[in-house]
């Protein structure tokens, strides 16, 4: 009840082959998550890895107490399935579009059964990598504090870069990686995150509490973009990436009619206890302030929901408010509320961020995460107020318009000049040496959390205090033994066994270091480790 949650973040990349834009992305995506199992199967890179388990997907059920006809989905919702299953993209046609000769086909796909490319592994340090459609994902291992949070994320950018590398190195050329939510094209791509709330909490509790957070958080976590509507085609500057593509209140759908809360009900983990919290409204972030923001500050509000103290607020048209918030940087439009009040989005902040405060005071609530969080929300809102300007060291967005108005004003540049089109993308390009921020941030003009060091460690290591711990210490130990993984659940499979062993992982605050870190440090072998591990799982 502060915080510290258990949170996981998903990262859909953008990606392109400069030689050949009009590669299928679907295979290019698959490029990056086969070239980085192979990095990882021959021992090239720090970690280890296993296919993933579907089994236990249930991408239709709804928290509204229904689940939607598999017939009526779109194929983006159908997560319980390999995308080549879906899509059919192992085609001769499709490969060679990816590829600028035979050879580069026949080097990474003509010589392998489609079967055989990798296209969803759980790595070593806990997470996910998969081709999610037409992207590659990363999805951070679960972890319980925001600092964390952003320690993982952070570490699926490495990993992404990685993979890049290893793809070029094996034949599939230049493909660009791109962390943001949306080509200027009608498409885009999403920033997700999971937050675990106990199942006794009424779902429309979540959804009064959080629309009106949802609508006016991107102030400090929106990472910006030239570009107004799905298509835009007005190159102005907003605040968010993804405001413009959502057009529901609540509703299950990811990729059309998105909606604000989303419904989706797989709690990877027990049931009748836990609800996982699917949120698909934000940005995807480089900077790490707002990504500390974006986590810790939606854990404080889900307390206060669970505790019955949100603030009462309601918006009257919660999808035109959010981006009426985005699409003015000035910060200074109001929003109508039920009952005809009208409130800036700082001004809605800061009735959430008062409520947190009293309530973290009332409960004793200390902790060195809640009080970062308390403290830079506060700060951060007084900032804005006073000129969003003055918040460029911190918040994604506000980085990126200052770098951009102060170009266009030393060269006499409209924002519908190209050349500000071209570093709203460069802004986001993975490359260290090319992207936008990361030029900024090694100057020092954007602060940091974390050093490239500690992020190369958390490529390699698990969080240790959730299940991640043990299912990414599994595959580092005994990956020859493990032959799918997912969030819930190892199977194992043992030379001379009669059948694979099963274990589930229901508990997410369960197989922790301090739960089953004497089973690794007792380097055991596999059948007596299976043996031990099975009964506490």
Not at 218 to 226: E, L, M, P, S, Y
Not at 257 to 283: C, F, M, Q, S
Not at 511 to 530: K, M, N, P, Q
Request: contains cysteine; aromatic residues 8%.
């Amino acid at each position: 009840m502060s915080a510290r949650r258990l949170v996981g973040l998903e990262t859909e990349y953008g990606i392109i082959r400069p030689s050949m834009p009009k590669a299928n992305a679907t295979v290019l995506s698959a490029h990056i998550v086969d070239s980085y199992a192979q990095l990882v199967a021959q021992g090239i890179d720090q970690t280890q890895g296993a296919r993933w388990d579907y089994a236990d997907e249930s991408p239709l059920k709804d928290a509204r107490g229904f689940a939607m006809d598999r017939a009526a989905a779109h194929p983006s919702q159908l997560t319980d399935v390999e995308p080549a299953q879906q899509e059919g993209i192992w085609t001769a046609e499709s490969i060679a579009l990816s590829g600028n000769d035979a050879r580069i086909g026949s080097t990474l796909y003509q010589e392998k059964d489609s079967s055989d490319v990798v296209m969803n592994m759980v790595l070593g340090n806990g997470a996910r990598l998969y081709v999610d459609h037409a992207h590659p994902e990363y999805s951070s291992p679960e972890s319980t504090t925001p600092r964390a949070a952003v320690l993982w994320d952070q570490a699926g950018d490495e990993v992404m870069r990685r993979a890049a590398d290893s793809a070029a190195a094996l034949g599939a050329g230049e493909l660009l990686l791109y962390k943001n939510n949306t080509d200027n094209k009608s498409v885009s791509y999403g920033a997700h995150e999971n937050y675990l709330v106990p199942r006794s909490v009424e779902f429309g509790s979540l959804v009064s509490g959080l629309t009106p957070f949802f609508a006016t958080r991107q102030i400090f976590c929106g990472a910006g973009r030239v570009g107004k509507g799905m298509l835009g085609g007005r190159a102005e500057f907003q605040i968010s990436q993804r405001a413009d593509f959502f057009e529901a209140e609540v509703g299950l759908e990811t990729t059309i009619n998105r909606p604000i809360i989303n419904t989706r009900d797989e709690p990877h983990a027990v049931w009748d206890k836990y609800r996982r919290l699917h949120v698909i409204i934000g940005d995807a972030n480089l900077g790490q302030i707002s990504t500390l923001l974006r986590v810790g500050t939606t854990n404080l509000v889900l307390s206060l929901i669970e505790a019955g103290l949100a603030p009462d607020l309601e918006l009257e048209d919660p999808v035109a408010a959010l981006q009426q918030i985005s699409h003015d940087p000035s910060l200074k439009t109001e929003v109508r509320l039920r009952g005809g009040r009208k409130l800036t989005a700082i001004a809605i902040q800061r009735e959430y961020l008062r409520a947190a405060q009293a309530y973290c005071a009332s409960r004793d609530i200390e902790d060195a995460d809640s009080q970062e969080i308390l403290t830079r929300w506060e700060q951060l809102l007084e900032l804005l107020e006073r000129d969003p300007l003055l918040a460029a060291d911190q918040i994604d967005w506000v980085a990126k318009y200052k770098l951009m108005s102060s170009f266009a004003n030393r060269h006499q540049l409209e924002f519908d000049d190209p050349r500000i089109g071209l570093m709203d993308l460069q802004w986001a390009d993975l490359r260290q040496d090319k992207g936008l921020y990361y030029r900024l941030a090694a100057r020092g003009a954007i602060q940091t959390l974390y050093t490239q060091e500690q992020i190369n460690h958390a490529v390699a290591a698990p969080p240790e205090d959730t299940r991640a711990y043990l299912r990414g210490m599994t595959l580092q130990r005994y990956a020859p033994y493990v032959v799918a993984a997912n969030w819930d659940a190892l199977t194992f499979a043992v030379p001379g066994a009669r059948r694979v062993n099963r274990v589930f992982l229901p508990e997410p605050l369960g197989g922790s270091r301090a739960d089953v870190g004497w089973l690794f440090d007792a380097h055991l072998e596999i059948d007596e480790f299976i043996n031990k591990l099975a009964p506490r799982a």
